[in-house]
């Protein structure tokens, strides 16, 4: 039986540490810029080389989110994309026999106006195997956190670097999954100004938790991929990728025979840097 929610996402981990490596965590925004086209990327994203795949849910005011992300979500709406659909095109995945872990990444306000159990319900049939929202602090866990690990699904918290350690161990309280570290302060698509840094703070969150830590914001090259994958247990990266969509569109924004190997390519050239970054077996 294929293995599914909380189980999927820690069976996907331990297998790359169990090959001494990081994971590949890659992010895309749901029908960016279409449904059509944005079902093709996600459906050719494991091939190219991702390990855990982020799914964005578009959103009119994503306040975490730099401008990349925000232009890929203004496409995908514009084309029409609900969180219906959004579930829709995992289902899909799901047929395909793909295996690989999603988590959908996004704001409270579409999973609200779904209704709470009705999502949850739709999402493990769906095949989501976690969740990151990011407008949900710890304090308001009662309002999808517990609920979701109740339904099996994974609840993938944020740590900055303001998060210190006193606000950790309830940050992480009913995190499950892998805790996802935040390089820096501000939004999406910025960069990483010291690779130091996050390796410190990646041991410090380690000192807390025993789940995988994988770092995200900021890293956009085959080469930040590899200097954050010697010392986290996964890399994320999103910007770099929509951008990738953007860049591949045509005049009138439209997608192009050269969209989905645009991303493709790029994920394979950060899948490789990954791989090509030897760490001890967990």
């Not at 965590?25 to 994203?45: E, H, K, M, Q």
């Not at 232009?71 to 579930?87: E, F, I, N, S, V």
């Not at 979701?148 to 309280?173: E, N």
């Amino acid at each position: 039986m294929t293995e599914t929610g909380q189980a999927r996402i820690q069976a996907r981990f331990a297998a790359c540490a169990a090959a001494g490596r990081a994971a590949l965590v890659t992010y895309v925004t749901a029908g960016d810029p279409d449904f059509d086209t944005g079902s093709a990327i996600l459906n050719a994203l494991p091939a190219a080389g991702a390990d855990i795949i982020e799914l964005g849910v578009p959103f009119t005011d994503p306040m975490a989110d730099g401008v990349p992300v925000q232009l890929a979500g203004q496409r995908a709406l514009k084309a029409g994309q609900t969180l219906k659909k959004t579930l829709a095109m995992v289902t899909a995945f799901r047929k395909a026999g793909n295996d690989t872990p999603i988590v959908l990444m996004g704001y409270y306000n579409p999973i609200w106006a779904y209704g709470v159990d009705a999502f949850l319900k739709d999402a493990r049939i769906a095949g989501i195997d976690g969740l990151i929202v990011v407008d949900l602090p710890p304090e308001e866990d009662e309002e999808l956190c517990l609920p979701a690990l109740a339904a099996g699904v994974s609840f993938i918290r944020l740590a900055t670097p303001t998060t210190d350690d006193k606000r950790l161990p309830r940050v992480l309280q009913n995190t499950s999954g892998f805790v996802y570290y935040v390089s820096m302060t501000g939004v999406t698509g910025g960069a990483i100004a010291n690779y130091d840094a996050v390796g410190a703070a990646v041991a410090r969150i380690k000192q807390h938790t025993e789940l995988p830590v994988a770092v995200g914001f900021g890293v956009k090259t085959p080469a930040d991929a590899i200097a954050i994958a010697r010392g986290a247990d996964g890399v994320v990266v999103g910007s770099a990728l929509v951008e990738r969509v953007r860049l591949s569109l045509d005049a009138d924004g439209k997608a192009t025979e050269k969209t989905v190997s645009a991303v493709t390519s790029l994920v394979a050239e950060l899948a490789a840097g990954v791989r090509s970054v030897a760490k001890a077996a967990a």
